[in-house]
């Protein structure tokens, strides 16, 4: 890249029709025929001008550090053009950073730290310190079968003159607890985990249809699928994570509901506190025509293009 205001001698700041006017009264050479393309067209020269710019910035910076970087030859500048060139916000950089005063505040950490360690050290004593009762031998003669007083070795401790005070609770709290109970604890012991399989099934539908389960690792699964219609239960089925089950299931109509979690607590507490339920938008049809039985195959995690949309349901819903 040439610097064509300084090869063709126009100002940098000079306007259109003033460049029109030096390169129409210049001989015709290369570096004429370069400005005239670009010096004469507005959006190329407004191009033109910032590249310059940064170019020239860059030689002066390069020629104030002693440094050769691949420029064009054009821009290449002495190291007195560095402030002249060289933007307002870059000089700062070569003054000089003040000196702090460090010493009188590394004094001032050391003297607060000790002062720190002082009191602790006292506060650590006073809370230790037991009062002791000490009693002095008598210096009179005691005479024998006389009753001797017993002295306690530590003072007594302060005895309440009235029990504590029990408010009822006022009757404005009392209907917000009606909406917010206090929770109970959950201290349901765990049970065995049971194999990946079907646990229940309605002993009078015959289970002809195939149904295919995968599950993922980091969840149990506790699968119900539930009649359309009357909304029971007619096969229950757990998964172990990580698993790919295939089962049996009637011929029917159904919902499916899971239960997620880790720990098992049994069918009616699943998998306690932290079980996360919910249940199919769509249902499942197992049809039979003929031979031929109809099955489904369902992911029990997010898949890409999934075509099995489900939502979340509280506990009570399961």
Avoid at 28 to 35: N, P, Q, T, V
Avoid at 124 to 147: E, F, G, I, L, M
Avoid at 157 to 184: D, I
Wanted: with cysteine; glycine share 6%; net charge positive.
């Amino acid at each position: 890249m040439k610097d064509l205001y300084n090869r063709t001698g126009i100002n940098p700041t000079a306007s259109a029709e003033v460049i029109r006017q030096l390169l129409a009264s210049q001989p015709d050479s290369e570096d004429r025929a370069a400005a005239r393309q670009i010096l004469q067209v507005e959006h190329r020269r407004r191009v033109y001008d910032r590249v310059r710019e940064t170019y020239v910035t860059v030689g002066a910076v390069a020629a104030n550090l002693r440094m050769s970087p691949e420029i064009p030859e054009d821009f290449r500048q002495p190291p007195s053009a560095f402030e002249a060139q060289i933007p307002r916000y870059l000089r700062r950089y070569r003054t000089k950073a003040p000196r702090r005063n460090t010493g009188v505040l590394a004094l001032f950490i050391v003297f607060g730290v000790v002062g720190i360690i002082v009191l602790a050290s006292h506060f650590h004593k006073s809370s230790n310190y037991t009062p002791q009762a000490s009693v002095s031998p008598p210096s009179r003669t005691v005479q024998k079968d006389a009753p001797t007083l017993e002295l306690p070795t530590s003072p007594p401790r302060f005895q309440p003159l009235f029990p504590p005070l029990e408010l009822p609770t006022p009757p404005r709290f009392q209907r917000f607890q009606r909406f917010f109970p206090t929770p109970t604890p959950f201290d349901q012991p765990a049970k065995p985990l049971p194999n990946s399989g079907v646990l229940w099934a309605l002993p009078s539908q015959p289970r002809i249809a195939p149904f295919k389960i995968t599950t993922q690792s980091g969840s149990r699964y506790y699968i119900k699928l539930v009649d359309a219609d009357s909304k029971a239960p007619v096969i229950t089925i757990f998964v172990d994570g990580a698993q790919t089950i295939q089962v049996d299931v009637p011929i029917g109509i159904f919902e499916l509901r899971c239960a997620s979690g880790w720990v098992w607590y049994g069918p009616k507490y699943l998998f306690g506190p932290k079980t996360r339920c919910t249940k199919g938008l769509e249902f499942l049809n197992f049809t039979q025509d003929g031979d031929y039985v109809s099955g489904h195959d369902v992911t029990l995690y997010k898949v890409p293009y999934g075509n099995f949309v489900t939502a979340e349901i509280d506990i009570s819903e399961f």
